[in-house]
């Protein structure tokens, strides 16, 4: 596999408790500027932000990032994963290599010693201290080749992984000629820094507070005020007792937007091989457990 040109060798690398100035003050950039975008509001720029905050947070991150590429939970032809990775690139979480790869090693530990994100090292370091300090957005060449070989084999992937900036500024230059300051600091800075706060809420509160319906090894919980938030991402201990499911919401009322769309693909021929969970006998021994419990 090429080695990214942002990536060194892990030697080379912050260590674990050094403090990463560069992406502390890009955070702080991107943090003023959503509050700079309070004072230019108008209806239009609000909308423009919550549809790219729809488009590129849930659609990008949490169907495309995370089910899509993370979890192989369905498949679409190469050219809409192509766009679905250019519109998650979009969120400025990073590129898909280093999103996915944190992702699976997440999976792979949670809460236990090597989980990059678990809230048994503080509600905080969950939420957004992991990638304020040491190597959280940057990994060797070897930890990519171990979690995400089969991204790594795609050139679209390690080129736009390389290079995911390029997307956003684009985005940006165009927002500006169309709607001035508040097209840009609404479409841009603001509906990114929703984003941040709503994935990271993922990675904390749901593995704080919220109910267990599934008794899994780790602390996630579903949340429902996460999944208001996110639109049915914070269905998170369902979530963490079949990965693999494309299929978060297992109740009529747990909504959930990104599976909508993906039975939307499905109906126009563009999504197949679709994981779901078996419900009914997975639902029935989780209940009973509960009751058991009680």
């Known amino acids: 596999m090429r080695v990214l040109r942002f990536n060194s060798p892990r030697k080379n690398q912050p260590d674990k408790n050094q403090f990463?100035?560069?992406?502390?003050?890009?955070?702080?950039?991107?943090?003023?500027?959503?509050?700079?975008?309070?004072?230019?509001?108008?209806?239009?720029?609000?909308?423009v932000s919550i549809f790219l905050y729809w488009l590129t947070a849930i659609v990008g991150i949490g169907l495309t990032y995370h089910r899509l590429l993370t979890h192989r939970s369905f498949q679409t032809p190469k050219w809409l994963e192509y766009f679905l990775t250019i519109c998650a690139v979009t969120a400025v979480e990073g590129g898909p290599l280093l999103w996915v790869?944190?992702?699976?090693?997440?999976?792979?530990?949670?809460?236990?010693?090597?989980?990059?994100?678990?809230?048994?090292?503080g509600k905080w370091w969950?939420?957004?201290?992991?990638?304020?300090?040491?190597?959280?957005?940057?990994?060797?060449?070897?930890?990519?080749?171990?979690?995400?070989?089969?991204?790594?084999?795609?050139?679209?992937h390690v080129w736009i992984t390389e290079f995911h900036f390029v997307p956003t500024i684009i985005l940006g230059?165009?927002?500006?000629?169309?709607?001035?300051?508040?097209?840009?600091?609404?479409?841009?800075?603001?509906r990114t820094v929703a984003?941040?706060?709503?994935?990271w809420l993922i990675n904390s509160a749901t593995h704080i507070w919220g109910s267990r319906r599934f008794q899994t090894r780790d602390r996630s919980t579903?949340?429902?005020?996460?999944?208001?938030l996110t639109l049915g991402e914070g269905w998170h201990n369902n979530h963490h007792a079949h990965p693999v499911s494309a299929q978060h919401g297992m109740r009529?009322?747990?909504?959930?937007?990104?599976?909508?769309?993906i039975l939307l693909l499905k109906r126009l021929g563009l999504a197949s091989h679709i994981?779901?969970?078996?419900?009914?006998?997975?639902?029935?021994?989780?209940?009973?457990?509960?009751?058991?419990?009680d």
């Open 20 to 47: 990463n100035w560069l992406i502390a003050t890009f955070l702080a950039l991107f943090h003023l500027g959503a509050i700079a975008a309070l004072f230019f509001f108008t209806w239009s720029a609000l909308f």
């Open 101 to 121: 790869a944190t992702h699976r090693m997440h999976h792979q530990f949670t809460d236990a010693e090597g989980d990059p994100h678990s809230p048994r090292e």
């Open 126 to 156: 969950a939420h957004a201290g992991w990638i304020l300090v040491g190597n959280a957005l940057r990994q060797d060449e070897s930890t990519l080749e171990r979690y995400v070989p089969d991204l790594a084999q795609d050139k679209f």
């Open 173 to 190: 230059i165009v927002l500006f000629l169309v709607g001035g300051w508040p097209f840009l600091l609404w479409g841009i800075f603001f």
């Open 195 to 199: 984003g941040y706060h709503a994935t």
């Open 222 to 228: 579903n949340n429902w005020w996460v999944a208001v």
């Open 252 to 261: 009529w009322y747990e909504f959930d937007s990104n599976w909508y769309v």
């Open 275 to 293: 994981q779901r969970a078996k419900l009914h006998a997975s639902l029935h021994a989780a209940e009973s457990l509960a009751q058991a419990t």
